[in-house]
């Protein structure tokens, strides 16, 4: 599904990968930790397309495609989503209209028919029963006036109706309480498909307590340094991430 | 009469020469005269004139032609089909063409009890009395000096008091045929005491015509009347229109006009607005859609005569390829009107290299005790909203429509009535370049 090979980038001048490797088979799920400034959310964002990063070496195959020379949103209509971190208001854009619009577009790059009225409304539906999403967002201008949690329930049902095959969650967890990261991840783990992969940026073990990954991987220093299993995690969480950051700097 | 070596620029004499040719034996003559010679002593307004610094019209107006005749009925007919901008609300009608009444495409059922309507070219013809009762001094004004000079008809409504007016009402005006001319309107509006009514005005025309619009709006507001003003300017894509709204507001009035401009060639939108008693607001509000070599200007003037008025000023403009947009807003205090709450917000979108906006907010404060504040922007697309969109699977020009749509349909939703909104909604998008909506079915 994905392959990432030596995956170098800057910004402004800055490195902040450097040297990133990572094949994410179909179906898997792989969980990348580590301590903030470490480059998770710059690599999730150089997967989705953002323009602000220069790329100085490596590649990116999606599907054997080169994902680098693809627009952001020729990525989603590929099958790429991103989950942002912060996902962001946008006053004046209905989050229905939003949501047709996105769906219309993804199926219209894909050489599929645009939904009927009645198909999108019964898919928005069923999508936000599961994820509890009320009516009134529904009804509201996109993320504005949502809480933290709302707005992470909001970026999970975008990943269910556009039922990408790589959803990339960038700390989906962070600003969530027990509740609704229960929620959130439910969602999450109703996606979970052998056609669908997923790679979880976390900071903390607690979201893949819920969401349980089949690899982890840890990032410090826009490198990975260490690959496990599921219990790798444990580990983290119990000891923290001195000894990777040390080890770096040493 | 001032004399021939005045005249300055090619436009002027036009209209020194159009002037001449009128009737002499027009029972308002010497109104008229009076008029053109204010417009006279000062010409077209240019750049050194302050009001006019970023519309100058002895730049932009090349030429002025002749006014325009009444059009046959069948072309007036098919120039009214695109003036449908609030067809969803099915309003009542008040129709000029080429400026003139036209009576047969007109609707006026159901509002008779609560409004009174006489065409204006009646009281042109007994001498046009009601043209220098205008509290506004022509020489203020070259669109007021123009109209004088040159009306030919207009709308005189009156809003019968305590009238609950349920059915929108819509001036519209509509130039029809393939030859340039110049249409001008005169509105007088009577609001009575405690009236409500929506009051709908709507400009359209040909693209490819030179023709030219002015009309200047008088509206009379009582005591405790609520009214909204809508404006729809969308006129050819060569057109020059100039139109001037005159509200005065008595105590306790709720006054609210917007504007949705996006024709013309050059347009001069121009508020000037006195709270002449106490107790009374105003959102003056509107939208701006500029392409190509577009010239739209939003000119307000808010005149706080007495204490314990509210005036809100929220203009959105999207300015793309070598347009220009102009936002002049100034909001006077006078030295009594204290406990004036004024507020005023002029943002624009440039989405061009080539693209201008002139921001001018002024601000003339004489009392103290007051709460005023404004604020202006010109900025481009947020980058970090448009990487959002995109990584949803809109591509960039749908994206950026979407985006600039929400930026003006964020001043829409403010009138506060839906189905309006809705209407003006639909227009921003078409101005926008957004496709027709197909149905399934549909598309062949």
Redesign the interface.
């Known amino acids: 599904m994905l392959e990432i090979k030596n995956l170098h980038a800057e910004v402004e001048g800055q490195k902040i990968l450097r040297g990133i490797d990572l094949t994410i088979r179909d179906g898997e799920v792989h969980a990348i930790m580590g301590p903030n400034g470490s480059g998770k959310s710059t690599l999730s964002y150089i997967l989705a397309g953002k323009s602000d990063y220069e790329i100085t070496e490596g590649e990116i195959l999606f599907n054997g495609e080169n994902l680098l020379e693809m627009e952001p949103d020729a990525r989603a209509a590929a099958g790429v989503f991103l989950a942002f971190q912060y996902p962001i208001e946008i006053p004046g854009v209905g989050t229905m209209n939003f949501l047709k619009t996105a769906m219309n577009a993804q199926r219209k790059a894909r050489g599929e028919p645009e939904l009927t009225t009645p198909d999108f409304m019964r898919r928005v539906k069923e999508a936000a029963q599961t994820l509890k999403v009320s009516q009134d967002m529904l009804k509201r201008p996109l993320n504005v006036g949502f809480s933290g949690g709302e707005k992470k329930r909001m970026e999970i049902l975008q990943m269910a109706l556009l039922t990408p095959s790589l959803c990339v969650l960038d700390e989906t967890d962070s600003g969530l309480d027990i509740d609704a990261l229960r929620i959130v991840s439910e969602g999450v783990n109703a996606l979970r498909s052998p056609e669908r992969s997923f790679l979880v940026i976390t900071h903390y073990q607690r979201l893949l307590d819920h969401i349980v990954p089949d690899v982890v991987h840890v990032m410090s220093k826009g490198r990975i340094v260490r690959t496990g299993g599921k219990e790798l995690a444990l580990e983290l969480e119990a000891k923290g991430y001195a000894d990777y950051v040390s080890e770096e700097a040493a | 009469m001032a004399e021939a070596t005045r005249i300055r620029t090619k436009a002027e004499e036009a209209l020194a020469n159009h002037f001449a040719a009128l009737a002499s034996d027009d029972a308002a003559a010497e109104i008229r005269n009076a008029a053109f010679d204010a417009f006279l002593e000062k010409g077209l307004p240019h750049r050194r004139v302050e009001d006019w610094k970023y519309t100058d019209l002895r730049a932009l107006v090349r030429d002025v032609p002749a006014p325009a005749q009444p059009a046959a009925f069948d072309a007036s007919r098919d120039a009214l089909a695109r003036a449908d901008v609030f067809a969803p609300l099915a309003p009542a009608r008040i129709v000029f063409v080429n400026g003139f009444f036209v009576p047969s495409l007109s609707d006026t059922k159901g509002i008779e009890g609560d409004v009174e309507f006489v065409s204006l070219n009646r009281f042109l013809a007994d001498g046009g009395s009601f043209l220098s009762r205008s509290q506004l001094d022509a020489s203020e004004s070259p669109i007021l000096a123009l109209n004088g000079a040159f009306v030919r008809d207009g709308a005189a409504l009156r809003i019968r008091e305590d009238a609950k007016v349920a059915r929108p009402l819509e001036i519209v005006s509509v130039f029809a045929g393939s030859e340039p001319g110049l249409q001008t309107m005169r509105h007088q509006v009577m609001v009575g005491k405690g009236a409500e009514v929506t009051i709908l005005q709507t400009f359209s025309g040909p693209d490819g015509v030179a023709y030219h619009t002015n009309v200047v709006s008088e509206v009379q507001v009582e005591a405790q009347a609520v009214v909204r003003w809508i404006v729809a300017q969308e006129e050819g894509d060569c057109a020059i229109h100039l139109n001037l709204l005159v509200p005065r507001l008595a105590d306790d009035v709720t006054f609210d006009p917007f504007t949705l401009a996006s024709g013309s060639l050059v347009s001069r939108n121009e508020v000037r607005l006195s709270f002449d008693a106490e107790g009374s607001s105003a959102s003056l509000r509107g939208a701006t859609v500029a392409k190509g070599k577009q010239l739209i200007d939003n000119t307000l003037v808010v005149d706080h005569a007495v204490p314990n008025c509210a005036s809100r000023e929220q203009f959105n403009s999207a300015i793309d390829g070598e347009a220009h947009g102009v936002f002049q807003g100034k909001i006077i205090v006078r030295k009594h009107a204290q406990k004036t709450d004024g507020k005023m917000m002029s943002r624009a979108l440039l989405l061009s290299e080539e693209a201008e906006f002139a921001n001018k907010p002024e601000l003339e404060i004489f009392a103290d005790d007051v709460v005023c504040g404004h604020g202006a922007t010109c900025g481009q697309i947020d980058e970090?909203?448009l990487?959002?969109?995109?990584?949803?699977?809109?591509?960039?020009r749908?994206?950026e429509r979407?985006?600039i749509?929400?930026?003006?349909?964020?001043v829409v939703?403010e009138i506060g009535d839906e189905a309006v909104a809705e209407c003006l909604d639909e227009r921003i998008r078409r101005a926008l370049g957004a496709p027709a909506s197909v149905t399934?079915g549909e598309a062949t």
């Open positions: 970090e909203m990487f959002f969109l995109r990584s949803r699977g809109l591509d960039k749908e994206a979407l985006l749509q929400a930026f003006l349909s964020e939703a399934v």
